[in-house]
Every structure is written in structure tokens, then in C-alpha cells.
């Protein structure tokens, strides 16, 4: 059993930048830890990912360049830094863990574990 706390969101102003952790606990061994929003009345959709090595990250394209992705394997803590933060920012950010190593995991069903989010919201 793997389980996952996140923290670090808020109200923040449009332009501005907040980091969200994502403690993990559990057999958290090898597995990759994505990312994950979902907007009011909107599909949960995919932020970023990291392997456990950190070799491989994704970001979804409206992100890159401003989302960046880390991880502290002896702290089990993965890192989502937010900047240029825009309205469309604005949603519940939760952390994912697929339970073992694996490339590619950008879709919810590649992840097993899953934390119960933490607000972000942008304002214009």
C-alpha cells in the first residue's frame, strides 16, 4: 500500500508561483508519481510526472516552461513548482504513484495509488 499527502496550494495571483509536495508513505519503491488536476466540472487531466530515477518527465504542453518537476527519494517527497500561474491554473492538483517502475504514465489509469488533492486557485 502506498499513501500520498499533498500540500502546498492556495490562492495565489495570476503571474505568481507556489510549490505543492506530495509526501509519500507506504511501498512507494520504483514507482513513478504523477500529477493530476481537475477543474469544476472538467475531466481530471494530466499535469506532470516523474520516474523514480527522475530520468523520465512529461509535462501536458500548456505547462511546459512554467511547471517544473522534482523529486527527494530519501525524503519519499516529489515536488510540482508552479510559476507564471494563470487562471486556467485554477484547479484540485493531486499526486498519483503507479505502484512500480514505469515509463510513460501519463493517463489516470496508469496509476494505482492516490492522494485527496489540494487546491490551487489563480485570480485575474
Known amino acids: 500500500q502506498v499513501q500520498l499527502v499533498e500540500s502546498g496550494g492556495g490562492l495565489v495571483q495570476a503571474g505568481g508561483s507556489l510549490k505543492l509536495s506530495c509526501a509519500a508513505s507506504?511501498?512507494?519503491?520504483?514507482?513513478?508519481i504523477g500529477w493530476f488536476r481537475q477543474a469544476p466540472g472538467k475531466e481530471r487531466e494530466f499535469v506532470g510526472a516523474?520516474?523514480?530515477?527522475?530520468?523520465?518527465?512529461s509535462f501536458r504542453d500548456s505547462v511546459k516552461g512554467r511547471f517544473t518537476i522534482s523529486r527527494d527519494n530519501a525524503k519519499d517527497t516529489v515536488y510540482l513548482q508552479l510559476n507564471s500561474l494563470k487562471s486556467e491554473d485554477t484547479a484540485v492538483y493531486y499526486c498519483a504513484a503507479t505502484g512500480d517502475y514505469r515509463l510513460g504514465a501519463t493517463r489516470p489509469e496508469h496509476y494505482v495509488y492516490w492522494g485527496q488533492g489540494t487546491q490551487v486557485t489563480v485570480s485575474a
Open positions: 516523474i520516474s523514480w530515477s527522475g530520468d523520465w518527465t
Open positions: 507506504g511501498r512507494t519503491f520504483r514507482s513513478t
